[in-house]
């Protein structure tokens, strides 16, 4: 399949904005990536301090779950940036690199999916089935769960990778190209296989949790209609799981980016104004909602918040509600 010329691809993208308001543009970008990266750095790393220093976390599935979560979508949300920033400054990868970039960017995403998934499980289990689960959530369970969530995550990104690899030369520094997933299918011999295979895939993936997820809390609710003496507990647990919920629709906000990429399409702008509505779109629908999901469950867990003020030495006679 013929490639597309790289610069006349970027000077199309270009030509009608002024140079103005690109670089204006391109900063409130990166004002953006930088708020965002910023606290998730800071929040792994104090959960990795935590880890180290709480043994609670780390025998626990629950924070082995969680952790799992917040280290996918930083390094998705860091990923995501990369690539955002490598199409705006113009950027032009050997082959390779751009399928490296873009099926790692894949397997976060399918990671946080599937972790989402296994902590709305886990939550069921806690309280709907609390003899099975002081049998089977314990350390060795929660990294099982990991592993498997994982080797999942990869699957597909392996797939579509060996049929880059079958594609040609991966190391040709003369055929370069935008580092796009599109433009990537586009630019190989099998990229209509893998376009089948990563949408086949990522559905089915989201029809499983999000069936998981509604099953999760069904049964956690109809629990709580036959257990009034523990209906705080109950309320907690249903709390929980309709987060969990919230966090997998942040994940699910991805899959609807090719709609309003149509829509702005309809809209008729000209090639430099219609790359700021994609990038636009991109930093509402990838960066800024994983960025909010670890900090959404992170910031109502009592253990945590606990541990994170002793961690910074805050001390507060406030009872978390």
């Not at 043994?55 to 990923?79: A, C, G, P, Q, R």
């Not at 999916?113 to 002081?134: H, S």
């Not at 011999?189 to 997820?213: K, N, Q």
Request: aromatic share 8%; with cysteine; proline share 4%.
């Amino acid at each position: 399949m013929a490639s597309l010329p790289v610069n006349d691809s970027l000077k199309n993208e270009t030509a009608l904005l002024p140079e103005q308001i690109w670089s204006t543009t391109n900063h409130i970008v990166y004002a953006i990536l930088l708020i965002t990266w910023l606290p998730s750095f800071v929040m792994l790393v104090l959960m990795v301090c935590l880890f180290d220093r709480v043994t609670t976390f780390t025998e626990s599935t629950k924070y082995i779950l969680f952790m799992n979560l917040m280290t996918s979508d930083t390094l998705y949300v860091l990923l995501s940036g990369v690539l955002m920033i490598i199409r705006l400054e113009r950027v032009s990868l050997i082959r390779v690199l751009c399928c490296i970039l873009i099926n790692l960017s894949t397997t976060f995403q399918i990671n946080s999916t599937l972790t989402i998934t296994a902590m709305a499980l886990e939550r069921y289990l806690a309280i709907c089935q609390p003899l099975r689960y002081n049998q089977l959530a314990h350390r060795q369970s929660g990294l099982q769960v990991v592993a498997g969530v994982c080797i999942l995550s990869l699957s597909a990104p392996t797939i579509r990778f060996l049929l880059c690899v079958a594609s040609g030369p991966l190391f040709m520094t003369e055929h370069q190209l935008i580092c796009e997933i599109n433009q990537l299918d586009a630019d190989m011999p099998y990229g209509e296989v893998a376009v089948v295979i990563r949408d086949v895939f990522m559905y089915m993936v989201f029809a499983f949790a999000v069936l998981s997820v509604a099953i999760s809390y069904a049964m956690t609710a109809r629990a709580a209609k036959k257990a009034s003496e523990k209906h705080s507990s109950f309320s907690k647990a249903r709390k929980t799981i309709v987060l969990h919920g919230i966090q997998l629709g942040l994940c699910l906000l991805p899959v609807a980016l090719p709609m309003f990429y149509k829509s702005a399409e309809l809209l008729h702008l000209n090639a430099g104004a219609t790359l700021i509505v994609r990038v636009a779109f991109c930093l509402v629908l990838h960066v800024i909602p994983r960025f909010m999901s670890p900090f959404l469950y992170g910031s109502r867990d009592e253990e945590i918040v606990k541990h994170v003020r002793k961690l910074l030495g805050i001390h507060s006679k406030r009872v978390m509600p």
